[in-house]
């Protein structure tokens, strides 16, 4: 089953009085339980796609469709709802919000969605086990390490159950211990959940963790 | 729904100076408005209390219609009215202490036993006795079995005291120099050779509205008539000022508190870019983002208004307490709170809290979840022209009102100012923007850091919103001193243009045999200049069903005694029509607009129960003249129509004022009248005037301090927003010095600004706050004084640039790698 479509994709930012491309005319396809990485330069327009395919930035031209749905024809509740259900993120510096716990962190998309975080503490012990954090639940992200946060941050990820997790540069500010640790854990939620995952990476070493590289050079697919 | 709670909760105690600033702004804010609201009820609590307990909880007063003094009450009957207490009273002074004023109360045995005794009784109360409350007994020394020196019909008499009451009712307000004291209705009537008869009579109202009562009791006696003893529009209408000075100051706080909340949230949104980027990149929909951030914003006004409430509390308390009447003997009235106020207090910090955080919660509209997340500045489109435009029509629409718009500028002058306020905030990022461009060429060869820190004021909104709140803040400032100096200049134009000696105020006349004996003792004492002698008769009545403070003047000789009053018309002046045979009113500007009356109009005029109509001939700029809203009817009509007696005298006296006062002030103590010399009535006026004056001085001062804080903030924002600009700086060579002074010349040029932009538009403000004076009864012509104004102004500046050692502190942990790190 395709996850994820994407089809003649362009993005470009005003630059001056011009207009920069920085994707041209991406075509590609993800399928159920792919783990994706997309390598590619400074500047190459990772960011920019992996943004792209969660929404949270729209495209200048083309199609992206996640679970079948085009992204372009929906409104920004329907992409907000998409998110929460469909789409888990984790970013490089670990975008948690730093006052509250570990816990409540990992309760917040359910808690945007309107849900009782009460009737989820079971899915809250089984998700803590697989991160390994049940002993740091009421600790609040200042009292944690990079790797910590980082794993608090896929725990976040993984709440809604989600089809696909993006990974904006996961390992880019931890140490190779931690790095490597994290990369197992994606690995196995990958293979152990069937979990679809698109990865950026700058680094050669992680990006084999996933089965499939897409190689992006100046917007294109090389 | 608790972990959305707890994150508001934290969120608000992460910054706690942030949170102070808040809970401060939206406190004062609410503690004024309070104020503004309260002080009315207070004013009202006070007197009513004091009036009520005095009149024995009684409302209406009982007179003859035949013009009789003292009269019978044999065909008297208690329709509309029951409880009635008749009394002679009379003035005196105590010869044999040192000459207190007193009011003696003559009254059968069976009126006066609710009175509870601290010693003595009622038993031994007749013939030349008297009761006295325990205040005054111990005030002055006094025991049973002492005797008191007074005069009763010229006569001097000693009375024993053989009681000693507590101070309630009749003796409530018994002070050292003033107090009233009983004395057996026989022992004073057969002294006078009044037997059954009375001068003072006072009844309880049997229906719920006083006015019904008393047009029953009308409609049932030819023989008497009924008018109300305290008229609550009274009180009201004095307090008018008061109320209205309070609700201008609220008006300028909030102005600068909205600016400062809005600069604070602003803030909020710049650092949280983030963390509200999360709950984005988590599912969160920007309407519950939005509802989130105004959630907080809610929390900021429960708690800034609570503590308002508290503060708005132990204002009006404060002004209770001063308005206590006895608070020299330890004598407050309890203080009642009435919480409907604290819940509309409440209620307006919240909604003002919301309201000042909405644009820029609004504002997340325009970011791209991406930009929040890398904590990018949104790219904004260049509104400063549109602003521009909408600002210069709300100036000229403004500067078109207030030059050529007449009667309806004063009326709408509120609204002027609100607009030709936001016209200016509107305007001056688009000047500024252009003379930055135009000057930075100019300036950057010779004075580089200047030049970039006058660039940065053009680049960055924050500090461009610093010079908004500035300019507020040195506004305000400057609208105080001036109406200050304002209200100072005339009050003192007032004295200087009233032409008396002496002033004779206050005289308890309850017949016209007194009026006669003190006209008498005035026109033929060799220390008074006969022909000077001017009587004015005040009264308090309706106009047309709306409260209308009264005066009955004899036209030559008011023209002589008042110059300050300009009763000129071409023709002639308006005193002329004022004539003993013809029902003419001259009405002062303030009255007149109040009233929407004109030149021509007749009014239904009622005194004392009594109604006549008059027409309206003449209406004058009465400026601060008995608050200038008064009206002006002939002194005949005012005895003769209305049955009024309450005169004060003015007269010129043969030798030095403060020569002859003595001797006139203790001939006046008997009759119970307050004697003043032109110079200590002035002095005492300026006192008066001074308070309000220092109370404005405080509001302007509060609001320059408010407004510092806001600047902080704001350079807290522009500095966030800027920090990788500063870093790339650094990373290049630039000082921690060198970026140091940038910030403080950014600061100093923003102070710059505000004033070259105040002084371009202080005219034009001048003009609509001397509008605003007048619609609010305050008929001064404000003009701005530079000199007084110029000391505060620097001291303002000097404060906004210390503001910036915060920011300074801040910059020196400016760490390149992390501020760069994105790059």
């Known amino acids: ?222 | 729904m608790k972990i959305i709670l707890k994150y508001i909760g934290t969120s608000m105690w992460e910054k706690k100076l942030r949170l102070l600033l808040f809970v401060v702004s939206i406190a004062f804010s609410t503690a004024l408005l309070m104020v503004s609201m309260g002080i009315v009820r207070i004013q009202l609590d006070t007197i009513r209390r004091s009036v009520t307990d005095v009149l024995e909880e009684h409302e209406i007063m009982i007179a003859s219609n035949t013009g009789a003094d003292f009269f019978a009450l044999d065909t008297l009957e208690q329709v509309g009215i029951d409880r009635v207490i008749p009394s002679i009273v009379l003035p005196s002074v105590l010869r044999n202490q040192d000459f207190e004023s007193v009011m003696l109360y003559a009254r059968d045995i069976d009126v006066i036993s609710q009175y509870r005794f601290v010693e003595g009784s009622l038993e031994t109360f007749m013939g030349a006795h008297t009761i006295i409350s325990q205040r005054v007994a111990v005030y002055l020394g006094l025991a049973l079995g002492d005797i008191l020196e007074v005069t009763i019909a010229g006569a001097p008499i000693g009375l024993t005291v053989v009681g000693i009451v507590e101070n309630a009712g009749l003796f409530y307000q018994d002070q050292r120099q003033q107090f009233n004291m009983l004395v057996p209705y026989g022992y004073v009537s057969e002294a006078l050779g009044v037997e059954g008869l009375y001068n003072h009579v006072t009844a309880r109202q049997t229906l719920d509205d006083t006015a019904a009562s008393m047009a029953l009791f009308n409609a049932h006696h030819e023989d008497f008539r009924a008018f109300a003893i305290y008229q609550e529009d009274i009180v009201i209408a004095s307090v008018r000022n008061q109320q209205m000075t309070f609700f201008i100051m609220l008006a300028f706080i909030m102005l600068v508190a909205t600016v400062i909340l809005f600069g604070a949230f602003k803030l909020i949104m710049t650092e949280r870019q983030k963390v509200i980027g999360t709950f984005f990149s988590q599912g969160a929909t920007k309407r519950q983002m939005k509802l989130l951030l105004l959630s907080e914003g809610l929390m900021y006004g429960l708690l800034g208004g609570l503590v308002g409430i508290l503060l708005g509390l132990g204002a009006l308390y404060a002004l209770h307490y001063s308005a206590a009447p006895l608070r020299a003997y330890g004598v407050i009235p309890r203080f009642v709170f009435e919480w409907e106020l604290g819940f509309i207090a409440l209620g307006f910090a919240m909604l003002f809290s919301v309201f000042a955080c909405y644009v820029p919660v609004r504002s997340i509209n325009r970011y791209e979840v991406k930009e929040l997340i890398l904590e990018q500045s949104p790219t904004l489109p260049n509104v400063k022209k549109k602003k521009f435009v909408v600002g210069m029509i709300f100036l000229i629409s403004c500067f078109g009102m207030v030059y050529f718009g007449g009667d309806l500028a004063v009326t709408l002058s509120p609204l002027t100012l609100v607009l030709a306020l936001c016209g200016l905030i509107l305007v001056y990022p688009f000047i500024v923007s252009r003379l930055v461009k135009t000057l930075f060429p100019v300036f950057f060869p010779y004075v580089r850091f200047t030049a970039l820190s006058m660039n940065n004021i053009r680049y960055s909104s924050s500090l461009r919103n610093n010079i908004a709140i500035m300019m507020i803040a040195l506004i305000s400032v400057i609208t105080v001193v001036s109406l200050g100096k304002g209200i100072e200049r005339i009050v003192i134009e007032a004295y200087t243009t009233l032409h008396f000696d002496i002033r004779v105020d206050q005289i308890k006349i309850n017949d016209r045999d007194t009026r006669a004996t003190i006209f008498a003792y005035l026109e033929t004492h060799p220390l008074v200049q006969a022909d000077s002698i001017s009587e004015i008769t005040y009264a308090h009545g309706h106009i047309n069903g709306e409260y209308a403070q009264l005066e009955g003047i004899e036209p030559v000789k008011f023209a002589e005694l008042l110059t300050y009053i300009d009763f000129s018309y071409k023709a002639g002046s308006y005193l002329e029509y004022l004539h003993p045979e013809r029902h003419h009113i001259i009405a002062s500007k303030t009255a007149a607009n109040r009233l929407h009356l004109a030149i021509g109009d007749f009014v239904d005029l009622e005194i004392n129960s009594v109604v006549s109509t008059f027409k309206v001939v003449g209406i004058v700029d009465a400026k601060l003249w008995n608050g200038g809203d008064t009206f002006f009817i002939h002194n005949d009509h005012m005895k003769e129509i209305f049955h009024n007696h309450n005169s004060i005298y003015f007269f010129h006296t043969t030798i030095a004022p403060s020569e002859a006062v003595d001797e006139i002030r203790s001939y006046f103590r008997d009759v119970g009248g307050i004697t003043q010399t032109h110079q200590e009535m002035e002095r005492m006026n300026t006192e008066q005037n001074q308070q309000l004056i220092s109370m404005l001085n405080f509001f302007s001062l509060f609001a320059v301090i408010m407004a510092s804080f806001g600047a902080i903030n704001n350079m807290f924002i522009s500095f966030l927003q800027r920090k990788k600009d500063f870093a790339v700086m650094a990373s290049v060579g630039a000082t921690r010095g060198q970026i140091g002074r940038m910030l403080v010349m950014e600061s100093v040029l923003c102070v710059g600004f505000a004033l070259v932009a105040l002084l371009l538009y202080v005219s034009l403000h001048m003009r609509i706050v001397s509008q605003l004076a007048h619609s609010i009864g305050f008929s001064v012509d404000i003009q701005f004084v530079f000199l007084d104004s110029a000391l505060l102004l620097m001291l303002s500046g000097v404060i906004y640039v210390l503001a910036t050692i915060p920011l300074l502190m801040q910059s020196k942990k400016i760490s390149i790698i992390q501020a760069l790190k994105y790059e």
């Open chain 1, 1 to 222: 089953m395709d996850v994820i479509r994407v089809k003649e994709l362009y993005k470009s930012f005003p630059m001056g009085n011009s207009d920069t491309d920085i994707l041209k005319g991406l075509d590609f396809v993800i399928t159920e339980g792919e783990f994706v990485s997309i390598m590619g330069p400074s500047g190459s327009g990772k960011s920019t796609l992996l943004y792209l395919l969660g929404g949270l930035d729209t495209p200048t031209k083309g199609e992206v469709f996640v679970m079948g749905k085009p992204l372009n024809t929906m409104k920004e509740n329907e992409k907000s709802l998409m998110r929460k259900r469909d789409v888990g993120f984790v970013f490089q510096f670990y975008n948690l919000v730093p006052n509250l716990t570990v816990e409540d962190n990992i309760l917040l998309p359910l808690i945007l969605d309107g849900k009782n975080p009460k009737k989820y503490q079971e899915k809250l012990d089984e998700i803590l086990a697989i991160i390994a954090m049940q002993d740091r639940r009421k600790h609040t992200p200042r009292q944690l390490s990079g790797g910590q946060q980082q794993r608090v941050a896929i725990a976040r990820a993984l709440m809604f159950d989600p089809s696909i997790l993006l990974l904006d540069e996961p390992t880019g500010n931890l140490d190779s211990k931690n790095s490597v640790e994290l990369m197992k854990l994606f690995k196995s939620i990958n293979q152990q959940f069937n979990k679809t995952i698109v990865q950026v990476t700058h680094s050669e070493e992680f990006a084999a963790y996933g089965n499939r590289i897409i190689h992006l050079k100046d917007g294109v697919i090389v």
